[in-house]
């Protein structure tokens, strides 16, 4: 396998990333592919780089947007666009990426692993089919039957999705899907599109031990860290820092409201799936957060659940302040003051076995305060104004304060597999999923 680096800015909200890409990483005599989570940062980085073009649908370019998109690849222009269109594209297009030498500037991580929701029944059936073969290290291939079926799909127009099977063979047609074990499946992000790219910057905060992060060590991507400092970049490793945020943060100290949260895997996935009885007591419990200790209006509440009990928990009053757990990169919320993070953060089992099964282990408990810390950045303290938080669980509360107060053992960029060994020798050995 080739050798790639990635260099990683990973610096807190407001210390210039954007802007040191803008004025470093985006500089017009270069070929550069910029992704961003949202169409409102397309518009912020076409508004300071009139070079950059965005793919939009016309008569000229073609009838979608992925369409447009390799028009102007294939041209050769610098391209800004969504994370969510550059995870459609197909491995086909690293080519035309490498021949024009495209730099990728990645604005927050993109979603490379997800579960796809499939029965195994399902997946028994499509692999009995012939639709579906396996291949080495856990690749997914879409048999020519397969590809036959999927042509018939699409040639019906109107209801090309309705197919049985139909998004999962997409997804190992383009080389999206994994076989892990004996019954998982997971849409998985082409490593030969990150390969294809001259060179990789990511812009982000707490990089280490993201799903991300873990992805490109397990494809031995070597990882080079850089910070910001008085807006100017440097190389290294800066230590997590939270010190200056806790005189900032009123942490809900509520013995009451706390206790739904007192077991270590209270209010995880697993939970909230077990204990759908409990949610109206979570709702009742930000209620009383929102009106007597954080005295706020709708339109400063942001909080989160794990979507699938949004709507269990959401009352009238502050539906709209729902932030999915996930949400990176979005200043929408920065005048948010009252939070409630009413769950507690593992990485997806699956795609912990995943990693399990590549020779590498995920630190769960950085993991989960990256991901809170990331969440807790989209309200008013990334202005550094102070909130008021309701954080029942007991688990991500103690992760949030030893951060605060300056106690979190933070384990720094770790190298992936010390013995030097690749993620195909781990693969070979066939080990087992734990879990």
């Known amino acids: 396998m080739s050798t790639m680096r990635a260099n990683i800015i990973d610096s807190g909200c407001g210390t210039g990333k954007t802007e040191y890409a803008i004025r470093h990483l985006l500089k017009e005599e270069d070929r550069v592919i910029y992704l961003t989570p949202y169409l409102r940062e397309v518009e912020r980085i076409r508004e300071s780089c009139p070079h950059m073009k965005e793919p939009i649908v016309s008569a000229e370019t073609g009838k979608n947007k992925r369409e447009a998109f390799m028009k102007l690849l294939n041209e050769g222009e610098s391209i800004v666009m969504t994370h969510a ?96 074990g004996e019954s998982v499946f997971v849409w998985r992000f082409p490593a030969d599109l990150l390969f294809s790219f001259s060179d990789v910057w990511i812009l982000t905060y707490m990089f280490n031990q993201q799903t991300m992060s873990n992805y490109l060590r397990v494809h031995g991507v070597q990882l080079v860290f850089h910070y910001m400092e008085d807006y100017k970049l440097v190389e290294g490793y800066k230590k997590l820092e939270g010190k200056e945020y806790a005189d900032l943060i009123d942490i809900v100290d509520s013995p009451k409201l706390n206790a739904i949260g007192k077991q270590k895997t209270a209010l995880s996935s697993s939970w909230y799936n077990n204990n759908y009885d409990k949610l109206d007591i979570l709702r009742r419990h930000m209620i009383n957060f929102v009106k007597r200790y954080a005295s706020a209006k709708s339109k400063d509440v942001m909080w989160t659940s794990f979507k699938k009990s949004q709507e ?124």
């Open 85 to 180: 269109l550059f995870l459609t594209l197909e491995v086909e297009v690293a080519e035309k990426i490498r021949e024009h030498g495209y730099r990728l500037v990645l604005d927050e991580v993109l979603n490379v692993l997800t579960p796809v929701s499939t029965r195994m029944m399902d997946i028994d059936t499509m692999f009995e089919l012939g639709f579906l073969e396996d291949l080495d290290y856990g690749g997914v291939r879409c048999t020519e039957k397969g590809l036959a079926y999927l042509d018939f799909a699409w040639s019906d127009l109107y209801h090309t999705t309705d197919y049985k099977f139909f998004m999962e063979l997409e997804a190992a047609r383009a080389g999206r899907l994994l076989h892990i």
């Open 312 to 435: 269990a928990i959401a009352d009238k009053g502050f539906i709209n302040g729902f932030v999915s757990c996930t949400a990176r990169a979005t200043n929408e919320y920065r005048d948010r003051t009252a939070c409630a993070y009413l769950i507690n953060r593992y990485e997806n089992p699956l795609v912990y076995n995943y990693f399990h099964n590549c020779g590498l282990t995920v630190n769960q408990d950085v993991f989960a305060l990256s991901e809170l810390i990331q969440w807790l950045f989209r309200s008013a303290i990334r202005d550094k104004k102070p909130i008021k938080l309701y954080i029942p669980s007991s688990r991500m509360r103690g992760f949030l304060q030893s951060w605060l107060d300056g106690t979190f053992e933070d384990i720094g960029p770790v190298e992936y597999a010390e013995s030097g060994s690749s993620w195909q020798d781990f693969y070979a050995e066939d080990e087992t999923p734990i879990g």
